[in-house]
């Protein structure tokens, strides 16, 4: 709102003061000030006052200098509006005094500060008062104000009162304080005082406040919190400069005081913090004080003990960036340790100056008692590598059990000493950084650990170690862990992998720590790809397994290997499943198949379910899932969301019956990858118990061939491809058999069980005794009793009794609850597929196969008139017409027409009634009845259209059916897509969608409260009306399409169009995706966010057509495109590029030739949300800092390097006659002169470091005033600046780098080129290692010098020579040198800067040879103490001038495509050979001539 008013002023046209005032009529209010008076007389809440004055159209009302006196006739007037309109609105919640007037009191009369605060005086709404950096003329101004701020104080609702950054007098205070002292009516709650008064004499009028008043709960004083990183402004504070006196009455005023209960001390003196906090301690000290804070106050040990040994009062302390020797530390520790009241220390240490690990640990020690709990909460912020090894250490300590005092451990590891891609090589050092010396952690007390982790390598180094403490540990229940986005982990780069195999290690944690209950990794790579919603889920999940394992170890059960399990069948129809399943019977039960001896097979409907074998060994059900697409939906309704217990075969007929021949190999592909997708997805990723999925071939009899060759590559590959999520076993030769013959079906049998026998034994998690028996007990119950398929629970707990009183030990027996552990049964039988379980439904399925197959399996054939046998009509009692849908309802007669034809074919069943059966079709989600009407929503059971010729003809029909109510002149139209993040592996489930659907109405209804009429549904979509918004929510199950859905959303008109973002965000896409992760959805696929074409949305083109893109591919383009124009900036230039121009990006939709639409653009900024543009600024600024930190350490490294082997080197710098560096920089004159020590380096960084902070600071104060985008503007701004100082940087470092190479004066003067190379003859970059033979042919190749960075020139062909006598001395002198070029480049973060991963082939083989010549530049260093110059680099270097010179020289456009160019500036090196991109890029911007 502020932001919006803002500028909706500055767009006002200037008014010409002058000329109004000499108009009699009076003229017309500016437009800014009518719409000031307008919104401030509106309805809505107003937060805060906007800055009124910093805006330029009202600032000519309110000029700053002027006097007072000047302000007659219509600027008075305006005034006067301006301050009664302010002053009359009684609904702001915030008055921020300087933003009335701009920081200056002397801007407004006396009586016009009468005017404008009238408002406030007795508001009910307002909550806070800042008075802060105010400036006045008189005193008595400041004195009059502080009157009228003393009414409001008391007579209005104000609570939290901040003074900051002022000099005010006593007098102020006095007034201020003046109503407080008697009015025991005030409602201030808290008071902050930084900096306030400008001198000790208002302490008197302070304590007044604090005596008076009874309410006040919080006390702040201290330094201004933000205050770190600026300069000091005025030392007066009287806590700074010591006035004992003062503090003194202020102590006694804290004891005597009965109703405080907060006390913040900031960077107060340390002499004074501890008269302050002698009020604290003591018999007579201060009762009411439950929390105290101390940030950044040294030498206050002893005071700190003394209240830890006889405060009572205090709950809470907070002690942050607190220095004291080690000793006292430890003492402290003590005091903790022996204190009972304190339930919670945190300790920060935020700063570099903060307190060491050794203290910490101290403390800890000297706290750590068996028989506390553990009070305190430690975050430390490691500065090197070194303090990180410690701190993972201590946590070690903790992690084992060693210190028990500490309750939560935050580490911020921010340094970023890594660079450029370069390891360490401390890596090796992590791997043993937490070791667990056996213990498995049982008796740590570590319950939060939080990790912020900048560095990769550190983080990959710690992870493994860290899950695998943390698997037998059974009190860490919240971890948070951060990776910031930044150097190789940006989610959105394409290079980024996504820590998959960290994910799956936190995943396989997950499947033995039940303790673990909140996982935040919403600053990592994971919330972004879709992973988060998967950890999430998996949490819930164990929450569940937690209640029952509880259960189960509580009734002292015992244990053993899971015996029951099941055999999935799945592959396309006809494939012979049931011929497999049939065999495979007759095998087992040793006798032969009668049943269909000499009719056809039936087609199976929905899934058969049989039981195989139930003996001691094992208790296995074959699940024989029907081919035919339509009951795919109620196939993954039923299917198992873990592997555990699971076998799969997929079952492929290579036999096309039709023509007798083999089908296309293309035709196996897509079966098997089809079904691997779909097990995949259906499941969730269990860590190491991947799905076990064999591949069967059936029909080898009708084929002429034995040979499986053409499977086995097929198989190879997808194997591959599906590595992380199923374990696809090998074809072998007994994998492909006839499936009517036994003797051929018998190994694949044997194998079967010996998958079974080594799952459970080495991969299923144990279970109880009673499990194994009771799922044995029901297996042979239901071949007796057919007819009798649902139990009441009731029955079903009668039937287990008997068990129970078996197997639970007497010892147990009267404590078990025994309703637990039935439902913890119910959950286990259900896994193995024993009984079905459904939510809600007072009966237990006893009989899978009732439900799978005779119930729902039939009604999706009746009501898709499926006809199991090809020979017979089906649907003789419904009719054709009715069975029809398109939108997936149907008529009450219809349904009941399904119902009967059901229950008709099934007259034995007992228990089972309409109700029952109508029951759990809804509680399954497979539908509903729509409320107050008779319509059924059934979109699986009914058919769509009448046939498949028609489904072609209609295809995209259902789109015509959905349409914008109404369009606007100012429509938003905004397209989200939510699609699968690996679209080879993931696929959304058929039943996915539908159960979205149902799940989502009733949360709205239910919970959202939205009305039914508002909520619209239809077979492939969902539509809503929220919050003003129309929504479609779409999915098309369709070959293009069944990987994605996409929500479609009409803004509406009173909302902005980012807010509306915001909450389709939270309410339906972020819905979305955690039911996709429920077990309910598709617990194997993880979702991503895209956005959709605007024209595609507005115009509602089908969903196969739109154009739409990953938001991760978007930032990446925007990212890119960014950067690519940054490298373009010339530096002398660079003020010419507007930082929105950088901000332009467009996007390219591709054309839609369907619907004849050409392509079109559309910027990045409307289509990103503010928070992902914002990030990819952020992550630009962020990489462009520590680009530059790395490069400015390199530079230092390498100044020091030439200052410690010259120590005239400075001299010869600074004034050496080579003439690309005589106009040595700024920077780089600091650099070298910061270089001489280490403290030095140190204040380099930390300024950069500052830069980043105050860029950051600046955005945020901008923010409040501005809109987002001009506060883009900024971080714009900074960044060109950074780029300007990253471009200098690089100039004065590759200058020191020449001086390495031996490029002299003389070269430059002569100007040889400087980027020389070599090549063999196809282009491959010579190693440094490589050997080079007499003969060999090789092509001395020349980089681009331009001053943006060098790199090397497409399609080049280089100066081809042979190596001989002559030449073999000084070719490999090239070599080198080209090397070091690269080394230093490289080592100084460069190759990301300059983009010459791109640029270079191998460029990756390359990095790992400069990495093994660390010791360059100790060659280097040695040759330049031996005398400075390496006579052989120079005698290369002469060479290449003599070659390239005189008669070539004119070749050089042709040969290397390079030219000869002049750089406008000297400190952009003189003279420079470019290629013709960066020439022209050069000239346009004026920085170089040709
Ligand atoms: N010659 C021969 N016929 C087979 C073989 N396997 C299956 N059949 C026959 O192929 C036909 C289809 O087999 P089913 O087992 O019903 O196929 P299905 O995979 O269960 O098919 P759906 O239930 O529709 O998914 C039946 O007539 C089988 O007898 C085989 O290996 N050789
Ligand atoms: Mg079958």
Known sequence: MEGEGASMLSRAPELAIGEMESVDEEPELPPAVQDLIRRLGGKAMHVSLPPILSCPELEDFFPERAPLSTNTGWRSQVRLR???????????????????????????????????????????????????????????????????????????????????????????????????????QSKLKSLQLRQAWENASAVKYVVEMLNGDSRLETLS????????????????????????????????????????????????????????????????????????????????????????????????????????PLEEWRLLGEAIRDNATVTNVSISTLLESGLLLEELEELACAASSDGKEPVLHLENLPQDYDEVVSAFNLLGRVLRGEIKSIQSFCLYQL????????????????????????????????????????????????????????????????????????????????????????????????????????????????????????????????????????????????????????????????????????????IIQGKSWIGNKWDELRRTKGIEVEFLQNNDKMQISVWDLAGHWIFRTLQTVLFPQTSDFCVFLFVYSPYREETSSRKLDSCFRNELEGWLTFIASSMKVTGHNLPQVLVVISHKDKMSSNSLTWAHSI?????????????????????????????????????????????????????????????????????????????????????????????????????????????????????????????????????????TNSFLGELIAVGQLFQAQESKAYGRTISRDSTESKDGFVNESVFDQLMETFLGKQPRLQNVDREILEKILFNLDLGFKLEDTSQYFIPSFIREHASMEEQKHQKGAHAKSMAWDSKVATSQFVGIRIQCEDLKTMSLTAAFFPRFQVFMRRKLISEMHVSKETVTFSRHYLRLYLDGHQIFVEHVQSENSHN????????????????????????????????????????????VLGVIQTICVEMLIP????????????????????????????????????????????????????????????????????????AVVNEIRQKRNQQLESLQQSLIRLNNDLAQSHPESENRVTNSSLPHIKDCNLALATCSRQASTSVDTQLVLSEIHQLGEKVHSVHETVRSVKSIVQGLDVKMEQIISLQQQLQSTLGAYMSKVDRVIEYSESHQQSRTPKRPYVTDDVGIFYRISASLHLGTTVRLRLMCEAVTGFHPVKDQEGLRLRLDRENSGWIPRVIEISYKVMYYAAKAGLDGTLGLGEAIPQWDDLKTDIVKLDNISDIDRWAI??????????????????????????????????????????????????????????????????
């Open 221 to 324: 004083l201290g330094k201004h919190s933000r205050e770190g990183y600026r300069p000091y402004m005025l030392e007066y504070h009287i806590l700074y400069k010591r006035d004992e006196a003062a503090v003194r009455l202020l102590s006694q005023a804290l004891k005597q005081n009965s109703s405080l209960t907060k006390l913040v001390l900031t960077e107060v003196e340390g002499g004074s913090a501890a008269l302050l906090l002698n009020a604290l301690a003591g018999d007579d000290g201060n009762r009411s004080i439950e929390r105290l804070e101390l940030i950044e106050i040294s030498g206050l040990g002893k005071f700190l003990r003394e209240i830890f040994i006889s405060n009572r009062s205090l709950r809470a302390v907070m002690l942050n960036n607190m220095a004291m």
């Open 415 to 586: 340094f970023s000493s890594i660079s450029g891609g370069f390891r360490t090589g401390n890596q090796k050092s992590m791997e043993s950084i937490l070791p667990m010396y056996g213990k498995t952690g049982e008796t740590s007390v570590l319950s939060r650990l939080k990790l912020k982790l900048y560095n990769e390598d550190i983080f990959k180094g710690v992870w493994k170690q860290l899950l695998w403490c943390l698997r037998g540990n059974t009190r860490v229940t919240s971890l948070t862990l951060s990776i910031p986005l930044g150097l190789g982990s940006i989610p959105w780069l394409s290079r980024y992998e996504g820590f998959k195999e960290e994910f799956r290690d936190l995943m396989r944690l997950l499947q033995v720590n039940l303790t673990l209950r909140e996982i935040d990794v919403s600053e990592t790579p994971w919330q972004a790809d879709g992973k988060a919603a998967r950890i999430e889920a998996a949490l819930k999940q164990n929450q569940q397994r937690a209640v029952y394992m509880t259960a189960f170890r509580e009734a002292q059960l015992q244990f053993g290997e899971a015996k029951a399990g099941r055999l999935f069948l799945c592959g396309s129809p006809r494939a012979g499943k049931t011929q497999l399943r049939q065999t495979l019977m007759t």
């Open 1425 to 1490: 103490r031996n005398g400075g110059h390496s006579v052989q680099l120079n005698e290369a270097w002469l060479r290449i001038q003599q070659i390239l010179a005189p008669q070539l020289r004119d070749s050089i456009p042709r040969i290397f495509k390079l030219c000869q160019v002049k750089y406008v500036r000297q400190q952009n090196g003189g003279h420079a050979w470019v290629c013709a991109e960066c020439m022209c890029k050069g000239s346009l911007s004026g920085s170089l001539t040709c």
């Open 82 to 184: 301006v301050l009664e309109a302010i002053g009359s609105c009684r609904s702001f919640e915030t008055l921020i005094v300087e933003g009335i007037c701009g920081r200056h009191i002397s801007r407004l009369t006396a009586s016009e500060w009468e005017v404008v605060l009238r408002g406030f005086n007795s508001s009910s709404v307002l909550r806070e008062m800042e008075i802060g950096q105010l400036t006045w003329s008189s005193e008595a101004e400041v004195e009059s104000l502080g009157l009228q701020l003393g009414v409001i104080l008391n007579s209005s609702s104000v609570a939290h009162l901040t003074i900051e950054d002022c000099r005010l007098t006593p007098r102020f205070f006095l007034n201020l304080a003046s109503g407080l002292r008697e009015n025991y």
């Open 715 to 851: 198989v190879e590959e997808l194997r591959k491809i599906f590595a992380n999520y199923v374990d696809l076993r090998p074809i072998q030769d007994f994998l492909y058999v006839d499936s009517r013959k036994k003797k051929q079906v018998i190994p694949l049998k044997n194998h079967i069980f010996e998958i079974f026998e080594n799952l459970f034994s080495e991969k299923s998690p144990l279970v109880p005794q009673l499990c194994i028996q009771l799922s044995a007990l029901l297996l042979s119950n239901i071949k007796a009793n057919r007819t009798c398929p649902l139990w009441p629970l009731k029955k079903f707990h009668d039937f287990c009794d008997p068990s129970l009183k078996q197997l639970i030990p007497s010892s147990s027996a009267n404590s078990v609850d025994h309703s637990r552990i039935l439902t913890s049964l119910v959950s286990y039988l259900n896994d193995v597929g024993s009984i079905i379980y459904i939510p809600n439904l007072d009966h237990i399925v006893v009989d899978p196969n009732w439900l």
């Open 1044 to 1087: 994605y859905v996409d929500v479609l959303m009409l803004c509406s008109e009173h909302k902005s169009k980012e807010a509306a973002i915001k909450y389709v965000l939270e309410n339906i896409v972020h819905e979305l995706i955690s039911f996709c992760a429920s077990p309910n959805g598709c617990p194997g696929v993880a979702l």
């Open 1103 to 1174: 969903s196969h057509l739109r154009g739409a893109i990953l938001i991760k591919e978007l930032k990446s383009e925007f990212f890119d495109d960014i950067n690519k124009k940054l490298r373009g900036i010339a530096l002398d230039r660079s003020q010419l590029v507007k930082e929105e121009e950088l901000l332009h990006y467009e996007y390219t939709w591709p054309p839609i030739p369907a619907l004849h639409l050409n392509a079109t653009f559309e910027k990045a900024t409307n289509l990103l949300w503010k928070s992902d543009v914002e």
